[in-house]
């Protein structure tokens, strides 16, 4: 399935030159579909019109080619809406309070303010109270592994963190900040969230590279008072765990029982073979580009062997199309082409394949999907997405209204488990194992297993009153 797209064109019609059907057919010629026409202005000499066009991967410079072509229209410039979306940023700061009087000033800055900055001083706890501590996520990169772009660094990175603290606010009322750091040295950028952290209530890492990732992650949480979440690999590994639990209601398989070759061992790889085995998965198979992983043997990547040790108890050897014979569950976190159909065919029956590279899946879903008994993929334009959307927000707003000191196992594992039940019994099926990013259960439902997980486990700080 190729890209589909959308651009603006802005255009200046002489009315003594043709009509406005002449534009419409160079532009469906050139493989374009008018979505819109809007007037601009309308004069006795010239029309101007904008044109929302939809395009196939590839067709935009042709539409405006065919455009520039005709007789009588002048272009006057083309506008692409996900630029349109970003201009100035996506995300503002907005007071809570108004400043019109004198008054107003002096109690929200001096002389007032320094009653509180006094309290706070003497206990520092009233901080959550006080100050936009216990409502405040600082979302943080490097820049150094952002969705499938890669290493594109920081400034680059930025929309992607500012798309991240939206859907915070959007989907859970969670106040978040791109903190976008200009280095990849991990004691730099332990320090620097170290040094901003008194402003924060927690800290979601995103797009680090693996393996620096892991120790910034394990630093942080043993450095600081406040929870720290790598969304790439727990967010990621909370929401497949969910629609792995559904998948393996619909073809009837247990847990304890099934086959996994996870291929990828990466940052996400490897925390979705740690939940797999938290949540009871006993015959796991991870496979990166050596091969499957072995526990005879040893390798440069401390997680590596790390993962082996705790897995492939059948020492399955070679490569992804010899480990995966016989296997009930495919997961990938790798890359385009990992996966062949001649590798399904060699799955067990009813197989249950989740690719989830991104943009682009291991195997073609239209080639996949007449193979598998279940699919899913990180795409939004087939059915069971997989998106970290459904976890991280109702995570962290647990994690915040509790005040919770980490993030830890059991927690992850009520997220995961509470994603699942949003999918009822009766809406279960193959196209449907895991509920919508808009559903608006889903965070409700998330924040109150995380807190009832978190008291559970005694890194709940503060009880919510609806939990007494």
């Known amino acids: 399935m190729t890209a589909y797209s959308t651009i603006i064109l802005r255009i200046e ?23 819109a026409v809007d007037t601009i202005h309308a004069g006795k000499e010239s029309m101007i019109r904008d044109i929302t066009v939809g395009v196939h991967g590839g067709a935009e410079e042709e539409v405006v080619r065919a455009v520039r072509s005709v007789e009588g229209v002048r272009l006057i410039h083309v506008s692409d809406p996900i630029f349109l979306a970003h201009l100035g940023g996506k995300i503002e700061v907005q007071p809570k309070l108004g400043i ?3 008054d107003d000033l002096s109690k929200v800055y001096t002389p007032g303010v320094a009653r509180v900055c006094r309290a706070i001083h003497e206990d520092p706890g009233k901080a959550y109270s006080l100050t936009l501590k216990r409502n405040t996520v600082a979302v943080v990169t490097d820049g150094s592994a952002v969705l499938g772009l890669g290493d594109i660094g920081p400034t680059a990175a930025t929309p992607v963190m500012e798309g991240k603290a939206m859907l915070f606010k959007q989907l859970a009322g969670v106040d978040a900040f791109p903190i ?3 280095s990849k040295d991990p004691d730099e950028i332990v320090r620097t969230v170290k040094l901003i952290a008194p402003v924060f209530g927690g800290i979601n890492l995103e797009d680090i590279a693996s393996p620096h990732c892991f120790g910034i992650e394990e630093r942080l949480k043993r450095e600081l008072d406040i929870p720290v979440f790598h969304d790439d690999q727990h967010g990621t590994a909370v929401v497949v765990l969910a629609g792995f639990l559904n998948a393996l209601k619909v073809v009837g398989k247990r847990a304890e029982e099934v086959r996994v070759v996870v291929n990828g061992i990466g940052a996400a790889g490897t925390s979705i073979v740690k939940m797999l085995l938290a949540a009871g998965v006993r015959r796991i198979v991870a496979v990166d580009r050596c091969g499957a992983l072995v526990r005879t043997n040893m390798y440069d990547r401390p997680m590596w062997n790390w993962v082996a040790s705790r897995t492939n108890e059948e020492c399955i050897e070679g490569s992804l199309g010899e480990a995966i014979a016989g296997a009930d569950v495919f997961i990938g976190v790798s890359a385009r082409g990992a996966l062949t159909w001649e590798d399904i065919r060699r799955m067990a029956p009813d197989p249950i394949v989740f690719a989830m590279a991104n943009p682009d899946p291991e195997i073609d879903p239209e080639e996949a999907e ?3 008994a279940v699919l899913g993929t990180g795409r939004s334009d087939y059915p069971n997405q997989l998106n970290n959307v459904l976890c991280f927000p109702g995570i962290f707003r647990g994690a915040l209204d509790c005040r919770a000191a980490e993030i830890n196992e059991a927690m992850k594992l009520a997220a995961a488990r509470s994603i699942a039940a949003a999918v009822s019994d009766e809406e279960l099926n193959p196209h449907y194992i895991i509920p919508s990013i808009f559903n608006d259960r889903v965070v409700p439902s998330v924040r109150r297993a995380v807190i009832q997980a978190a008291i559970d486990s005694g890194v709940a700080r503060r009880i919510p009153p609806e939990f007494l």
């Open 180 to 182: 976008c750091i200009a």
């Open 13 to 35: 019609r002489l009315v003594s030159s043709g009509t406005f059907a002449d534009i419409a057919r160079v532009i469906g010629q050139a493989g374009g579909d008018i979505l």
């Open 100 to 102: 019109k009087t004198r």
């Open 370 to 372: 007449p193979l598998v």
